[in-house]
């Protein structure tokens, strides 16, 4: 009997929170009772108190300058206040001195760790390891949550398929399943446990198309089609919304002319229309102010209705809710029901997140939080997960036991805060351990440090100090790459190649004869081919935070076992851009054809092959995504599906035995990729659908089933429907996107 009481219950409850809300069921987990609560404080609230409730402001400077907007309840939310003691005096105002006492929702963005620096999101990716990337997110909102902080603007969702956009470097990459997973994983570590005053509420953004800016050049516009939207970019931000998102930011770029602020198809359609989401939105910092500079408004006034309209909820600190709704009300041209519905938006999360309960911070016991021991285990083990080997002639791992003498050098050797990658504001570099601190710490007397270039963009001419120490040493360690500033937000550059003088720093090194290692350190993936004859081996760290230092260490002397595989294309010349694995099967794919050095001066004009490649670049990438060496190698076999024919409903069961035929532990990603033949439009070449990581010992080989429901094959083809197309597939695995053999299947 008990099973269907409880089934009965649980039916009751979604009915009645539908029926409250009016809405589908709730994306975010409410209840009747959070409905109750939100619907009782609303019904007291003036039009002028709702409004204030919408408006989001940066802090700065002494509490009392916020005093008074706070006691007439002008604010809903704080950014960027950190300090806890302050924290708690804003919300001693808001909750004592305010009217009806309602708490602030204190955001910050805490993108890879708080205090303690995770590797850079697309690091993370490169662990393909969702369950640490998860613990990551946990002990972020532990450190944040320890100062005040309940709300961070993470996880950055947006599709990457360009390195020049500086923002790379905040995402997870190229591809749409992998960036879903770490989207989904991102969400439950924030969000753990709503009730628990560690609980931080995670935004999931920008919202939408973001990644897509043309040419790589940060704000700018894009030109995605519907169905790119829905097909490609759209589906991490639809996870996180079924994984319990509370929150979501807009932003700044217009697709096809429409910011992303005021557009009403995504925003009120899509998101909350289609997914249901019943979460808040928030603008991206001024972006209803920037509506005016692109155009799509005269005043704060009009872009303040437009995103009304479209359904956002917040502002941030563009004042154009502050300063224009009421406005709008009394003169009609915007309702107050819609006004209340955001309002509900809001109150529901602060409601969720306990605040009314729990709006102050414990100063003494989020103290101790900060860079607590396993906090900074955790960041290590991401970053010794993340980094990615590219090359390697058999120098690493290095021999800790005869190391000799090492010879450090490189701009990034020793650069506390140029590791920790962009968005760190809480990040105290004194806490960083750079590997020259680490190699110092674990090779006393034996390392010898000169760093050639003072940074990333130093040029030099000769390098005879750093020649002539080489000389004298067993094995060269070169950290090059580029410093946290040279990515993120508003930094994009247009050559890719590494900077100043530090491939003529490394080619000097190599003609020493003494071997040289390579480690890289970047926020996006260089083009770094002219490099790789330059070093025996190269390993690349996406900025690997606070423990990159020891991290790398024990990756290059063979502690760890590099595992990380490329979450993004890296091209040969930047030129290639935008190039990445899963893009649409064109009418006349590459072939193999001549390149340019090869092509006969009296050659016509029409005898090149008319195939889609550059002729000096042919058509592949220095190294395709999900690419990534060991120490040790692995061999896949019999690989085979369980059936030749799937129904709609079925999953597929892919088998295969995946050997370590090397002499070292270590961890392969295996990787499932897809390909629809025929759709009724055309389809990427190969799409990501499954990964997991397996280790195994040397010599062990193990047999492996991984699982697929057809359900996961559906896509919006041309009738804008999304289903699954039935006709002839081909499936690989692998341990990168460009290997394997297919075995083929249906579906019915
Ligand atoms: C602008 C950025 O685009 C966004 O990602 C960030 O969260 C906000 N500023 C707040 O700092």
């Not at 007291?44 to 300058?65: C, D, F, H, P, Y």
């Not at 960041?379 to 010879?407: R, W």
Request: hydrophobic residues 40%.
């Amino acid at each position: 009997m008990k099973p269907i009481r409880i089934l009965i219950l649980s039916t009751l409850l979604a009915v009645s929170v539908s029926c409250t809300t009016g809405r589908k069921p709730s994306t975010v987990g409410t209840t009747p009772e959070v409905e109750r609560r939100v619907e009782q404080l609303l019904s007291r609230m003036t039009l002028s108190e709702k409004i204030g409730q919408m408006n989001q402001v940066s802090a700065g400077g002494e509490v009392a300058n916020y005093a008074d907007a706070l006691r007439k309840g002008q604010i809903g939310s704080i950014l960027n206040e950190v300090d806890p003691v302050k924290v708690n005096e804003y919300q001693r105002i808001a909750v004592e001195e305010s009217r009806l006492g309602i708490p602030l929702l204190v955001a910050r963005d805490v993108i890879h760790g708080f205090h303690t620096v995770f590797p850079i999101p697309l690091g993370l990716a490169s662990t393909f390891d969702p369950a640490l990337v998860e613990e990551g997110a946990r002990v972020a909102a532990v450190e944040a949550t320890g100062q005040g902080v309940r709300w961070t603007f993470s996880p950055m969702l947006d599709i990457a398929r360009d390195p020049r956009w500086g923002r790379i470097a905040e995402g997870s990459g190229e591809d749409t399943y992998l960036d879903t997973r770490m989207a989904e994983a991102m969400v439950r570590g924030y969000q753990g446990d709503l009730s628990d005053p560690s609980s931080m509420a995670a935004c999931i953004k920008h919202f939408a198309g973001y990644g897509a800016a043309e040419g790589g050049r940060d704000y700018n516009s894009t030109f995605l089609t519907e169905r790119q939207l829905r097909n490609v970019y759209l589906p991490p931000f639809e996870a996180a919304v079924k994984a319990g998102a509370l929150t979501l930011m807009t932003s700044f770029n217009d697709n096809d002319g429409v910011p992303s602020t005021g557009n009403i198809f995504l925003v009120k359609d899509v998101l909350r229309g289609e997914w249901g989401f019943d979460g808040l939105v928030v603008t991206d910092w001024n972006s209803m102010g920037e509506m005016i500079s692109h155009g799509f408004g005269t005043d704060r006034k009009e872009v303040a209705r437009k995103s009304l309209e479209a359904s956002v909820d917040m502002d941030m600190m563009t004042y154009g809710y502050l300063s224009h709704l009421e406005e709008l009300v009394h003169s009609g041209a915007v309702k107050e029901s819609d006004i209340d519905a955001a309002v509900r938006n809001i109150l529901r999360v602060k409601v969720l997140l306990g605040l009314f309960e729990n709006p102050y911070v414990d100063v003494e016991a989020g103290k101790a939080v900060q860079y607590a021991p396993e906090h900074l285990a955790a960041a290590q083990k991401t970053a010794e997960e993340s980094a990615i080997l590219l090359k390697n002639d058999g120098v690493l791992p290095l021999d800790p036991g005869s190391a000799g003498s090492i010879l450090v050098t490189g701009p990034l050797a020793d650069a506390p805060h140029e590791q920790l990658g962009t968005w760190v504001f809480d990040g105290d570099p004194s806490h960083t351990v750079t590997p020259l601190k680490a190699l110092q710490e674990r090779f006393p007397g034996k390392v010898t440090y000169v760093p050639g270039l003072r940074t990333s963009r130093s040029r030099r001419d000769r390098f005879d100090d750093v020649v002539a120490a080489a000389r004298r040493a067993d094995v060269v360690l070169a950290f090059l790459g580029e410093e946290s500033i040279l990515s993120g937000e508003a930094h994009s550059l247009a050559d890719l190649n590494l900077k100043g003088s530090q491939s003529e720093l490394l080619a000097a090194l190599q003609a020493t004869g003494k071997p040289v290692v390579a480690v890289v350190m970047a926020g996006r993936p260089l083009t770094i081919e002219r490099d790789l004859p330059n070093c025996r081996a190269l390993l690349y760290a996406f900025h690997p935070g606070t423990m990159g230092g020891p991290a790398l260490v024990n990756l290059l002397f063979g502690d760890e076992n590099p595992s990380g595989k490329t979450p993004v294309t890296f091209l040969r010349t930047v030129g290639q851009a935008p190039l990445y694995y899963n893009h649409n099967m064109t009418g006349r794919p590459y072939n193999g054809e001549t390149l340019l050095d090869a092509i006969p001066e009296e050659a016509g004009q029409t005898s090149l092959g008319n195939t889609s490649y550059y002729l000096d670049y042919g058509a592949y990438p220095l190294f395709p995504f999900g690419y990534g060496l060991s120490y040790t190698t692995f061999a896949y076999s019999d690989v085979a599906l369980d059936k030749d024919v799937y129904g709609q409903d079925d999953r597929i069961k892919v088998s295969l035995t995946l050997s370590n035929t090397g002499s070292r532990e270590g961890t392969e990603v295996v990787q499932v990729y897809v390909r629809d033949l025929v759709g009724s439009v055309t389809r990427p070449v190969k799409e990501l659908k499954a990964f997991e990581r397996v280790s195994l010992k040397a010599g062990e080989s193990r047999a492996l089933e991984m699982e697929i429901p057809v359900s996961d094959l559906a896509f919006y083809g041309l009738d804008g429907v999304k289903k699954v197309e039935p006709g002839a597939f081909r499936l690989w695995v692998a341990g990168d996107s460009a290997s394997g053999d297919p075995v083929s299947f249906r579906v019915d």
